[in-house]
């Protein structure tokens, strides 16, 4: 992501490539639609929409500036609050705000409160820091349920979207209208987070991440510089919450609680924090297997637990992390090297997820289920989940590819091997 | 190529295989049910599925209803109201019209005003919400709506029956009343106040204590505090862990009282509780599990024994939503008033329903879709003794009836103004 | 008055052990390797849920000593093959790699165990009443928690201070480069005490599990209290944790008598506050209902204004 | 007498009850190049943590071009036009080396914290930064993350950093320290040549570079400055032969 080399030449060309990405998203997220027609489909995108503007406001935080924060959701829950508040003031009449701008509303009252916690907790970084996060998180969590007029309690606030004033046809009856403001957001928040990163706030998030002590003698207060960064980050996890808030119209506590903020923390890391696109990756993975995985199988936080564990084991850097190491190796036009690698160990790798899935299922199956002594379906299989079968398979399907993919994962890594010392020698 | 168009071909891609629609429905009548069946409440949504299971089982055994079955489709809401109305619209996607939920009043609210906005702005298209739980008094009364039946005895209407039952204890002369810090303790203690105060004017409170939801890990402190007021029982709304170590911290500090509970006999509560409750734990239900011995009812014992035998899990979860049954049985007769599976006619059909139970009649009252059925209050009691047959959760602990609140008299009055469609 | 009293203080004592035992580990673990364990109170649940089980076979005695050594020996595991294979990528990777843990504790014990409570009860040779002061009875098993977790104390002070091991473990907690500049075998250390730091956790589980209710959400709904614990009382010291522990326990227990909100404060100046919404909310908040979240607020006052602990030799 | 440029009056700093500095009095004359010598734990870096504001003063007074900055915030001090490098290489490790030199214009040219203005169209700022990378002979490795770099490149740019900012006062500690002959050559060849006109105070251990570099040398030992003037006579300084230098230089 450098924006700074100086092309000339084409400019049409250039400004594809320079732009092609953005173009691209926009496509997407205006014409995910025209494929995805059911309600239940559109509400699960609006979700990812919201999910990739949360996300990525809190990899503001953790990415670009090094802030391990466990409660982020405070400014999206507070956010939608003050959103839905703002609502029901439309509602009631004097204030002629429309709907389309309404997020904003959620977004700098997010920001008034990041201006504040931010100065409170960024003078130090790391564990103080995430303490200190965790601490703030527990306190508004808590004082939810103590200050019902604002909260609205257990059963939270809700109101009604469809106002008076928009600025547009739309009239946010349907979910297909809310989707295509959700997007419209997700887009410009995008584009303002994405150039933040290239202003000179952005570059110092980064240098104060980097290296704290020596931010100061470039001139920089550290303590301000996280502020700033802190605040601006509150203010789109603030919009985020705005949009939860016309989305869902109603927001309750669990909302600003810590689960939220574990939330966004798996989906900005699973996707990885070192690239600007990691966070969206991961918030469209994780909101899919949050909502459609449970549909699907009762294990599926242990799934979920596992994909985690695993990211964190082997891929620090994330899916985007997995996908940015092939760059120069298809730039060196080298992936074929590497192609009958993964071709090779993706056999082993199935059959070791078919095992532990066959494992964890029967488990699920005999453990948890409505009726262990009913027959189970896997694949269109029926069997018995207390038969000797169903076990010796599963755990000769997990022997079996275990062994086989420590074996190929190996010879991927002689080729991996192979290919950094062309490259080296390529660069030299 | 470049390694950037490579990747938005592979995104592509991706997009396009999740286009998949959702299943049509087949040719049954599916009542969705939303609930936790992951996480930490998973063990309740869980019960609670077991037990609409066991009688779409037992209605299909008989022939189903309108000739068709019935299927009750699941749906995960972890407890959020967030999910719920993602799950919500998944069920309606999947041309599912009832709805049936019941843990957490904010999932509860959360349906209730999503399905009123649902069904103003899809006015062709409604679905119906049944409440099995959530025992909040607005949602039939300020917040009432055409589209919510609750099956549940409200907040008021457990505190009357519990009141109904003090008022002919003369020997309980001090009460302390110990809730939760959020609406729902707060309900509960208004309304023992209030109703104590009119039923029974010579009772003193003498304590009144909110304590945080969930976050109270001893608490001792709690009972020293009822311990110094000398009161001679506690009435509490808690559920959960809030219940059982209060009521464990008791028995420790050997604090001789009486629990008055809404949720004593709850999924997983009298294993936590055991022993501690022995003679002390009270609940208020319309069901538990000794009634059909105590008032000589085998079919309704068989009717249990059934459900122990197969979704039990050993004993460990047993049968507790007396009202599931009741619910699944006017829902088939409403839908046989109605003569199809159309919300409308079978909210219509529903209002001012009677059906009589092993245990007396209910009735939905037509004008804010509250179930008004007697409630027992009981007591748990060492299984053999005093006619106790069955226990519950595996902890050789059952219930006995205390005493019978009439249908009538839990009845409470509702401000209820509710807009109705045309017929 | 005078027994609310002498109760309150018995309370505050016991409950202060009982977290005292559980943050021990994590005072030692998070001094010495900074890892701030997400984990650390599923394997207190662990603890639990293990004595549950050997109590249900060979008895609760044995369940004693046998669940923390498992735990104690799942930990060392952990460190092992987990956290040392992460450690490279920095403590961010290493937290995340424990919250990631903790997820599939839990799942693990929903699998095994179900997801309702089970029945772990208290040892029938400890259920009775120990002594009755005034009307309050005190049970046998609450004294007997109080005898585990003062010699649990006593034992971990004779281990730091006098024994070699003990002394490394010391060194490295407020040195933790300067051990292995020394030769000391730091990764095993490391293990050791990461191992040594989830058997006393488990300790608290086995004693405190059926004291309290043995469910799969134990763990969570303990919640990150005792990170409170370790900031409050510091880097590196035990005995900060448990002053600390004491402190909180005190806090917590006395809070709940307290029945006093900001209005009556203000009453008693002779003010009256005519506020409505959000100020009426919190006017009316009474000091008892505050208790279980002064342990936060005291946390974060503690981290901008102190950050060392009261008794830290250093910052994190 | 000359223009002052760096004053220390009377420095004293002492950690618990041991006195790291006593007394230090220090003159460094605008335009100079001043290095600083003196055994180990004399207290070299002391002096610079302390003038750069990352330590506090115990007592005394610090006074950059006639205002004092004792105690003040080391951000503070560097917007006084005071800048250093560290003794361990301190560079932004994961930032391309053109990021690093940029970062520290910033301030130097206006920026502040500016969230409205995007680097890349920043064209003075940008031709500035191309400047510094070429007065330190890494235009070639511009897009290169810093901490990848080799170690003699990574010091080029922590002086880069350094004097990028126009800072009048430069502060280098050990800037050579760890390098091989021919790489210590370039690199006194690389500060002769990015601190003209400015004020260079340098903490060395190798006495060629030292003798190289230096207009002026002060001699600190315990503390304290035993001795301060050009390098010829500092060879020649009998105390400070026995104090310090000894076979060293002969």
Not at chain 1, 80 to 104: A, D, K, R, W, Y
Not at chain 4, 129 to 142: C, P
Request: charged letters at 15%.
């Amino acid at each position: 992501m450098n924006c700074d080399k100086y092309k000339n030449g084409n400019i049409a060309m250039s400004l594809l490539l320079k732009y092609g990405a953005w173009i691209g998203a926009a496509i997407i997220a205006f014409g995910l639609p025209a494929i995805v027609r059911s309600s239940y489909g559109l509400s699960l995108l609006s979700q990812v929409g919201i999910a990739i503007i949360f996300a990525l406001s809190y990899n503001m935080l953790l990415g670009q500036g090094g802030m391990l924060s466990f409660g982020h959701a405070v400014f999206y829950g507070l956010g939608g609050f003050l959103t839905i508040h703002v609502i029901n003031i439309i509602n009631g009449g004097s204030l002629p705000i429309p709907l389309e701008l309404v997020p904003l509303a959620g977004g700098f009252g997010a920001l008034l409160f990041g201006i504040v916690f931010g100065w409170i907790s960024t003078k130090r970084a790391g564990t103080t820091f995430a303490l200190i996060s965790l601490g703030i998180g527990e306190l508004i969590a808590s004082s939810a349920l103590m200050l019902p007029s604002f909260f609205g309690g257990e059963e939270g606030i809700s109101g009604d979207r469809m106002l008076e004033t928009t600025l547009t046809w739309f009239e946010f009856a349907q979910q297909i209208d809310v989707y295509y403001l959700i997007a419209f957001w997700m887009l410009v928040s995008m584009v303002f987070m994405y150039l933040l990163t290239q202003t000179p706030l952005g570059r110092l998030a980064n240098a104060v991440r980097d290296n704290p002590v020596r931010t100061p003698f470039i001139g920089y207060d550290v303590h301000r510089v996280r502020t700033i960064q802190y605040a601006l980050s509150s203010l789109f996890a603030g919009v985020a919450g705005g949009l939860f808030a016309i989305n869902y119209e109603i927001l309750t506590a669990e909302t600003i609680g810590a689960i939220e903020s574990g939330n966004v923390l798996m989906m900005t890391y699973i996707g990885g924090v070192g690239h600007f696109f990691g966070p969206i990756l991961g918030a469209v993975l994780v909101t899919f297997m949050q909502i459609s995985l449970s549909n699907i199988t009762h294990a599926w936080l242990l799934y979920f637990g596992l994909l985690f564990m695993g990211m964190v084991l082997w891929a620090p850097n994330g899916l985007a992390g997995i996908i940015m190491v092939h760059e120069p190796v298809w730039k060196a036009k080298l992936m074929k090297k590497l192609l009958p690698g993964y071709a090779l160990a993706a056999i082993p790798a199935l059959v070791l997820f078919l095992g532990v899935m066959i494992l964890i299922e029967i488990n699920y199956h005999l453990s948890l289920s409505i009726n262990p002594d009913a027959p189970m379906h896997m694949f269109g299989i029926e069997f018995d989940a207390r038969a000797p079968v169903a076990w010796g398979i599963s755990i000769v399907l997990i022997v079996v590819g275990f062994v086989f993919l420590r074996r190929t994962v190996k010879t991927l890594n002689r080729s991996w091997q192979e290919i950094t010392q062309i490259m080296k020698k390529g660069a030299d | 190529m470049t390694f950037r168009k490579l990747c938005f071909i592979l995104a592509g891609i991706a997009i396009l295989s999740f286009a998949a629609g959702p299943a049509t429905a087949a040719d049954t009548i599916k009542l969705a049910y939303i609930d936790p069946l992951s996480g930490g409440f998973a063990n309740v949504g869980d019960a609670g599925q077991k037990h609409f299971q066991y009688m779409a089982d037992i209605i299909n055994g008989r022939g189903g209803v309108l000739g068709k079955k019935i299927e009750i489709v699941p749906f995960d809401n972890k407890i959020s109201a967030k999910e719920s109305l993602i799950q919500l619209k998944n069920a309606i996607d999947q041309g599912i019209v009832f709805i049936t939920q019941g843990n957490g009043s904010s999932v509860a609210g959360a349906l209730i005003e999503a399905i009123n906005k649902h069904n103003k702005r899809n006015p062709e298209n409604p679905v119906l919400y049944f409440n099995y739980a959530a025992v909040t008094p607005a949602f039939t009364e300020e917040k009432c709506s055409f589209w919510h039946f609750r099956f549940d005895a409200h907040v008021d209407m457990k505190i009357a029956a519990i009141t109904d039952y003090i008022k002919g204890r003369s020997d309980i002369k001090k009460i302390y009343l110990i809730n939760q810090d959020y609406v729902f303790g707060h309900a509960v203690r208004d309304a023992a106040i209030s109703m104590l105060k009119e039923k029974r004017p010579d009772i003193e409170i003498v304590g009144n204590t909110l304590h945080p939801l969930i976050k109270v890990k001893d608490f001792s402190p709690y009972i020293a505090k009822i311990q110094a007021s000398g009161a001679d029982a506690v009435i509490t709304g808690n559920w959960g862990a809030d219940q059982s170590l209060l009521v464990k911290s008791g028995k420790d500090s050997g604090l001789d009282v009486e629990w008055y509970t809404f949720y004593g006999g709850g999924l997983g509560s009298p294993a936590a509780i055991g022993a501690a409750g022995e003679g002390r734990l009270k609940q208020v239900t319309e069901w538990h599990n000794a009634l059909s011995t105590e008032e000589n009812q085998p079919a309704d014992e068989k009717f249990y024994l059934g459900y122990q035998e197969k979704y039990s899990d050993g004993g460990r979860a047993p049968y507790y939503y007396g009202r599931i049954r009741t619910m699944m049985e006017m829902f088939v007769l409403a839908l046989e008033k109605a003569g199809k599976a159309e919300p409308t006619a079978v909210a219509f059909a529903l209002e001012d329903m009677q059906y009589d139970t092993p245990y007396g009649t209910v009735t939905m009252r037509g004008f804010d879709h509250q179930l008004i059925q007697p409630l027992y209050i009981s007591t748990m009691t060492k299984v053999g003794t005093q006619g106790v047959k069955y226990d519950v959760e595996n902890t050789g602990l059952g219930w006995k009836t205390d005493g019978r609140v009439e249908a009538e008299d839990t009845a409470m009055p509702s401000p209820c103004v509710m807009k109705r469609p045309k017929k | 008055m005078l027994e609310y009293i002498i109760f309150s203080l018995l309370n505050s004592l016991l409950y202060g052990m009982l977290l005292f035992m559980l943050s021990s580990g994590l005072t030692l673990i998070f001094s010495m390797m900074g890892v701030l364990n997400f984990a650390h109170a599923s394997f207190f649940m662990l603890g639990a849920y293990f004595a549950f089980q050997i109590s249900v076979y060979i008895g609760f005695w044995p369940a004693l000593i046998l669940a923390p050594l498992i735990v104690g020996f799942l930990g060392a595991l952990v460190e092992r093959y987990g956290l040392r294979t992460v450690h490279k990528y920095g403590h961010v990777a290493e937290l995340l790699f424990t919250v990631g843990l903790a997820y599939l504790i839990e799942e693990s014990v929903n699998l095994i165990w179900g997801r309702s409570s089970v029945d772990y009860r208290v040892p029938d040779a400890l259920d009775f009443a120990a002594f009755t002061l005034f009307t309050t009875d005190l049970s046998a098993y609450r004294v007997f928690m109080l005898v585990i977790s003062v010699s649990m104390f006593v034992v971990l002070f004779l281990i730091l201070t006098r024994t070699r091991i003990g002394l490394i473990i010391q060194a490295a907690l407020t040195h933790p480069d300067g051990v292995s500049a020394l030769g000391h075998n730091v990764p095993g250390v490391f293990m050791l005490v990461f191992g040594g730091g989830c058997s006393l956790a488990a300790l608290a589980g086995v004693i405190g599990g059926n004291y309290l209710v043995t469910e799969p959400a134990m763990a969570a709904q303990l919640g990150p209290i005792v990170f409170v614990v370790v900031v409050v009382g510091g880097m590196g010291s035990l005995t900060g944790a448990f002053v600390a522990s004491l402190l909180l326990g005190t806090l917590q227990t006395f809070a709940v008598g307290i029945e006093y909100s900001l209005s009556d404060l203000l009453a008693f100046f002779g003010v009256t506050m005519e506020a409505g919404g959000i100020l009426k909310d919190i006017w009316r908040i009474q000091v008892s209902h505050t208790g279980p979240i002064l342990p936060y607020l005291f946390m974060v006052l503690m981290l901008i204004f102190r950050p060392k602990g009261i008794m830290g030799k250093r910052e994190s | 007498m000359a223009d002052i440029a760096l004053k220390l009056k009377d420095v004293h700093k002492s950690f618990g009850n041991s006195k790291i500095i006593n007394g230090l009095d220090l003159d460094i004359f605008r335009g100079e190049r001043h290095a600083i010598i003196g055994p180990n734990g004399a207290g070299k870096s002391t002096v610079f943590n302390l003038v750069s504001g990352f330590y506090e003063v115990s007592s005394g007074d610090i006074e950059l071009n006639g205002k004092a900055i004792a105690n003040l915030e080391p951000y503070l001090i560097n917007r006084q036009g005071l800048c250093r490098s560290f003794q361990v290489t301190n560079i932004f490790p994961k930032m391309s080396v053109f990021e690093n030199v940029r970062c520290a214009l910033f301030r130097p040219m206006g920026y502040r914290h500016s969230f409205w203005h995007l680097c890349g169209r920043q064209k003075k700022l940008n031709e500035k930064t191309e400047e510094v990378l070429e007065k330190i002979h890494m235009s070639d490795r511009r897009d290169i993350p810093a901490g990848l770099l080799a170690y003699a490149e990574q010091r080029a740019l922590e002086i880069g950093i350094t004097i990028a900012g126009e800072a009048n006062v430069i502060l280098l500690d050990e800037p050579t320290a760890g390098m091989s002959h021919s790489e210590t050559d370039r690199a006194v060849e690389l500060i002769r040549r990015v601190t003209e006109d400015k004020t260079l105070v340098v903490v060395e251990h190798d006495m060629s570079v030292v003798f190289n570099l230096a207009d002026r040398i002060s001699v600190l030992v315990y503390g304290e400055i035993i001795a301060t003037d050009t390098p010829d006579n500092i060879r020649n300084n009998k105390e400070v032969q026995e104090a310090y230098l000894g076979q060293e230089v002969a």
